[in-house]
């Protein structure tokens, strides 16, 4: 399954991957789930808001477990964020099989689409509109860097936009979703061990930081004379960044637009996002706070205006503790350890569905902490054991 799914959406330039919501690399990854849920005797299907599902059971009976993760990627991501959760679902169904186990409840692996907010900014689609987190209204008004419309990219893919929208019904059937994932940091490398157990996602959003000031000649206009909105900008760079080493927080800005964008024009806008995160809501608001006045300050000495809109927010989320909790009881019975606790501060869909449904997720070993990169690793030994604690979850959940 790695072998096949390699090759898609590789940049042959950067090593990274570019699997975009609703694009070629995006078909191509939704066929390889559709073949792999369909050579195991699955039926599949796809949802109205274009995640795919496969089951095995009656999908209608109620109390299913679910597990899956997603398949999209960030730009030049690795290959592991997202598709090992998917990789892995399968395989524990193969080993559960292996093992002889009968399932006493319906069992799905799913693909939620557009987790990253690559495409259209906004990470989660799928998963936010089946939980009725996103309006079909909002959903129709995110747009992509080239300015096509989320139902345009959806109806030019082969799906019909006009059902996206809220789905209980279908979150109804689900008993339990639980949700593998490399880890995004490197807690696990420390402690030594090969899996651990989410206790909760940080609260964290991205807000939009436009400075606007007067384009001109870089050559022939005075220093004293500029309202160059990159000094305001840089300087809210270097803000953000002390700001969340006296919270112990983490803030970044990541993302960069410039206008006119030319190489001897002092910029007319220059428009950057900041990504926050931290373990409690009060240390997110003060780094927020800090930085967005430390940018005021900054824009007022330059002669700079500057707007500040927050475009997306998701509050601490604790994933349900009696899941989280049978998920330890049932991993110690197996290996006779202790599995670690630990908590994440990157968005999961299974943070989104966790307001609908009892949600879990298990973390696998990344022993350099690099993510969202080409960079981004887990080793083969550990994947296997991430696969076989899954099984072992799936089996004490669904073959009671």
Same mark, same amino acid.
């Given at each position: 399954?790695?072998?096949?799914?390699?090759?898609?959406?590789?940049?042959?330039?950067?090593?990274?991957?570019?699997?975009?919501?609703?694009?070629?690399?995006?078909?191509?990854?939704?066929?390889?789930?559709?073949?792999?849920?369909?050579?195991?005797?699955?039926?599949?299907?796809?949802?109205?808001?274009?995640?795919?599902?496969?089951?095995?059971?009656?999908?209608?009976?109620?109390?299913?477990?679910?597990?899956?993760?997603?398949?999209?990627?960030?730009?030049?991501?690795?290959?592991?964020?997202?598709?090992?959760?998917?990789?892995?679902?399968?395989?524990?169904?193969?080993?559960?099989?292996?093992?002889?186990?009968?399932? =006493?409840?319906?069992?799905?692996?799913?693909?939620?689409?557009?987790?990253?907010?690559?495409?259209?900014?906004?990470?989660?689609?799928?998963?936010?509109?089946?939980?009725?987190?996103?309006?079909?209204?909002?959903?129709?008004?995110?747009?992509?860097?080239?300015?096509?419309?989320?139902?345009?990219?959806?109806?030019?893919?082969?799906?019909?936009?006009?059902? @996206?929208?809220?789905?209980?019904?279908?979150?109804?059937?689900?008993?339990?979703?639980?949700?593998?994932?490399?880890?995004?940091?490197?807690?696990?490398?420390?402690?030594?061990?090969?899996?651990? @157990?989410?206790?909760?996602?940080?609260?964290?959003?991205?807000?939009?930081?436009?400075?606007?000031?007067?384009?001109?000649?870089?050559?022939?206009?005075?220093?004293?004379?500029?309202?160059?909105?990159?000094?305001?900008?840089?300087?809210?760079?270097?803000?953000?960044?002390?700001?969340?080493?006296?919270?112990?927080?983490?803030?970044?800005?990541?993302?960069?637009?410039?206008?006119?964008?030319?190489?001897?024009?002092?910029?007319?806008?220059?428009?950057?996002?900041?990504?926050?995160?931290?373990?409690?809501?009060? =240390?997110?608001?003060?780094?927020? =706070?800090?930085?967005?006045?430390?940018?005021?300050?900054?824009?007022?000495?330059?002669?700079?205006?500057?707007?500040?809109?927050?475009?997306?927010?998701?509050?601490?989320?604790?994933?349900?503790?009696?899941?989280?909790?049978?998920?330890?009881?049932?991993?110690?019975?197996?290996?006779?350890?202790?599995?670690?606790?630990?908590?994440?501060?990157?968005?999961?869909?299974?943070? @989104?569905?966790?307001?609908?449904?009892?949600?879990?997720?298990?973390?696998?070993?990344?022993?350099?902490?690099?993510?969202?990169?080409?960079?981004?690793?887990?080793?083969?030994?550990?994947?296997?054991?991430?696969?076989?604690?899954?099984?072992?979850?799936?089996?004490?959940?669904?073959?009671?």
């Amino acid at each position: 399954m790695w072998r096949e799914l390699r090759p898609i959406g590789r940049n042959a330039e950067t090593g990274g991957y570019r699997r975009y919501a609703w694009t070629g690399a995006d078909a191509d990854c939704r066929t390889w789930f559709q073949e792999q849920a369909e050579s195991r005797g699955l039926a599949y299907e796809t949802d109205r808001n274009g995640n795919q599902w496969a089951w095995l059971g009656d999908p209608a009976a109620g109390d299913a477990v679910v597990t899956g993760s997603h398949l999209d990627s960030v730009p030049d991501g690795g290959a592991f964020d997202g598709p090992l959760g998917v990789v892995s679902a399968f395989a524990a169904l193969d080993e559960l099989r292996a093992r002889g186990v009968e399932f =006493t409840r319906p069992l799905a692996l799913t693909n939620f689409g557009d987790e990253e907010g690559a495409r259209f900014g906004l990470a989660c689609v799928g998963s936010r509109l089946t939980a009725g987190q996103l309006t079909k209204e909002q959903a129709y008004e995110l747009r992509d860097g080239d300015g096509v419309r989320l139902p345009e990219a959806m109806e030019a893919a082969g799906y019909d936009p006009a059902v @996206i929208g809220p789905d209980p019904g279908r979150l109804a059937r689900i008993g339990a979703f639980v949700e593998l994932h490399v880890e995004q940091g490197r807690a696990l490398d420390l402690s030594g061990d090969e899996v651990g @157990i989410a206790s909760a996602i940080w609260p964290h959003g991205r807000w939009r930081f436009d400075f606007r000031g007067e384009a001109n000649h870089a050559g022939t206009t005075r220093l004293v004379d500029r309202r160059d909105p990159m000094l305001s900008y840089a300087e809210t760079v270097l803000a953000a960044r002390r700001e969340a080493e006296l919270a112990g927080a983490v803030a970044t800005f990541g993302k960069i637009s410039v206008e006119p964008n030319g190489v001897n024009a002092i910029p007319s806008l220059v428009r950057g996002w900041l990504d926050s995160r931290a373990a409690d809501q009060e =240390t997110l608001d003060t780094v927020v =706070t800090a930085v967005e006045k430390a940018a005021r300050e900054y824009a007022d000495r330059h002669g700079v205006d500057l707007a500040v809109v927050r475009e997306s927010f998701t509050p601490v989320i604790e994933f349900e503790h009696a899941l989280r909790d049978e998920l330890g009881v049932l991993l110690r019975g197996r290996t006779g350890r202790e599995v670690p606790v630990l908590g994440t501060g990157a968005g999961h869909d299974a943070g @989104i569905l966790s307001a609908s449904v009892p949600t879990a997720m298990l973390f696998v070993r990344n022993p350099t902490g690099v993510s969202h990169s080409p960079a981004e690793h887990a080793a083969e030994d550990d994947c296997v054991a991430g696969v076989r604690a899954l099984a072992d979850v799936l089996e004490g959940l669904a073959c009671r």
